[in-house]
């Protein structure tokens, strides 16, 4: 079986443009930003950074080694917990790209400090860095709970359930509004119901949205 060449690898991941699991960096001169899709991507299935790249796809090659220790920066100082993302270097066209492979969380959410060291967790939807929700951190608090939990059907669970129903979509803060529930009281309880497949997530015009899965 022909091996493939550096050029013809970097080249053909290129080709697939930036997507869900693949995100482009022309350069890297902030490690905080870095950390934005270190976290998208721990949380979200894994990906990787291709560090040299265009965003049109152009291979331009690393500018400086320092970026290598960017990389690091951001993955050791900058995501709670520190993650270990694996990095190698490639020649392609001529010039040094480099690859920043980041597994999947085990164990979810990864968070990125921003500015003033504040955590923030991002998923990554298609080729964007999102803020996760209050609604994605139940989700991830809850799914560390011990299996076999069992979901009770309250007077409280039945409300939201009749209210989905009622509209197609509805943001955290119409459901907190129509439920006359408190933010953390619906946010545990969609959280539950997303966990176990009664309601799912829409994103729509940058906005999260929650509907009732009919399927």
């Not at 690091?72 to 190698?88: F, G, H, W």
């Not at 020649?91 to 060291?117: F, H, M, Q, W």
């Not at 969609?190 to 906005?207: P, W």
Request: with cysteine.
């Amino acid at each position: 079986m022909k091996m493939q060449t550096d050029t013809q690898y970097i080249q053909k991941l290129a080709s697939e443009g930036e997507h869900e699991h693949q995100d482009f960096k022309f350069e890297i001169s902030d490690a905080r930003k870095i950390a934005r899709s270190l976290s998208a991507f721990a949380n979200t299935g894994g990906g990787r950074l291709l560090v040299g790249i265009k965003d049109n796809g152009k291979i331009a090659g690393v500018r400086s080694e320092e970026e290598i220790y960017m990389i690091e920066a951001a993955a050791s100082m900058y995501c709670q917990p520190a993650i270990e993302p694996e990095t190698k270097t490639y020649i392609a066209e001529g010039r040094t790209i480099l690859e920043v492979c980041i597994a999947e969380a085990s164990s979810k959410p990864i968070y990125a400090l921003d500015e003033e060291n504040r955590p923030k967790a991002y998923i990554r939807i298609k080729d964007e860095n999102i803020l996760a929700t209050p609604v994605h951190l139940k989700v991830w608090q809850h799914t560390k709970k011990e299996r076999g939990t069992l979901l009770t059907f309250t007077e409280k669970e039945q409300n939201l359930l009749s209210i989905l129903k009622e509209h197609e979509l509805l943001t955290l803060n119409q459901c907190c509004k129509r439920c006359k529930a408190s933010r953390p009281t619906t946010c545990n309880l969609l959280a539950d119901f997303i966990r176990f497949g009664l309601v799912e997530t829409v994103f729509q015009g940058h906005k999260f949205y929650f509907k009732l899965n009919e399927e």
